[in-house]
């Protein structure tokens, strides 16, 4: 059996990469040795998108000692399932930056596209293999997400080409009204605690200064989160300190106006200022134009931290 994951924790991205991926390979193999998992529980987006499409959520597989391995839309190893370091892996299929060594050769795969899930749909799309309805639908519901309804930078022509087939395929007419459907519950906090809040699209960074932990919450309406800023930052901060963090970042973002609130607890302010571009006041500031922590925040970081 090898196994397909996405990085841990698991956002739509790369739940749904994994169960697409999955799917063509097994059709494109005409075998069935293929099948998605999840390193860590998913989130309130994912859930509800997998229910409307009809998928169930992958197994969880809690480490990967000894399997076979696929790994989507991440490469390092630092967001990567529990077990990585003993694990056999056989394939990476990504769209972000490369961080990646490994003692054998391996297909890898890297488009500067904006969702791991455009690159599989245009496999399917040459390679000819029928996508359903549902699978449609998911994919699409990925892209979307990943690329904030392409107004995020990191979105491209052949996202925003692939967008409109899937939407044709999963009979969704409007696809830029179904991609807020999807974002007014990616934004719903009503019932999350501050830590789930924070870890709901999260991810670690190795960087020559320390680890970073930088999470993100993408809102159609920022006054929902900002009576809960305070919590927030006292439990940052106490990830921090719990787990030897140099530097935990939240930034809640507006999508409808296109600019994002940042939330800090770290050891250098005055750095994480300089690579911000902007002054942190009672570790707080709004960065207008700043959507992406792929291609907006992480670059500035690395820059300063990881010289």
Sequence with gaps: MIYITGHKPPDLDSVAGAISFANFKNKSEKTNQYKAIIPSKVNQETAYVLKKFN???????????????????????SQAIDGIEKANIIEIL????????????????????GSVCSIIAEKYFQNRIKISKEMAG????????????????????????????????????????????????????????????????FKDFDFKAGKFGI??????????????????????????????????????????????EFLVASNEQKKIEKALGAELKQGRVYLKGIISRKKQVTPGLSKIFDR
């Design 55 to 77: 998928f169930k959520i992958p197994v969880l597989l809690k480490n990967a000692k000894g399997k076979n391995l696929i790994l989507v839309d991440h490469n390092e190893f």
């Design 94 to 113: 990504d769209h972000h930056k490369v961080n990646f060594k490994y003692e054998k050769p391996i297909v890898f795969e890297v488009k500067p596209w």
């Design 215 to 260: 999470g993100q919450v993408e809102t159609v309406d920022l006054g929902e989160i900002k009576p809960l800023e305070g919590k927030l930052l006292l439990e940052l901060e106490k990830i921090k300190k719990a787990r030897n963090y140099h530097t935990m970042i939240l930034f809640i973002t507006d999508i409808i106006k296109g600019g994002s």
């Design 138 to 201: 998911l994919i699409l519901s990925a892209i979307l997400v990943d690329t904030v309804i392409t107004k995020s930078p990191t979105c491209t022509p052949k996202d925003i080409e692939i967008i409109k087939k899937l939407s044709s395929l999963a009979k969704i007419a409007d696809w830029k009204k179904f991609g807020m459907e999807i974002f007014k519950v990616r934004s719903s906090v009503v019932n999350l605690s501050s830590k789930e809040i924070i870890k709901s699209d």
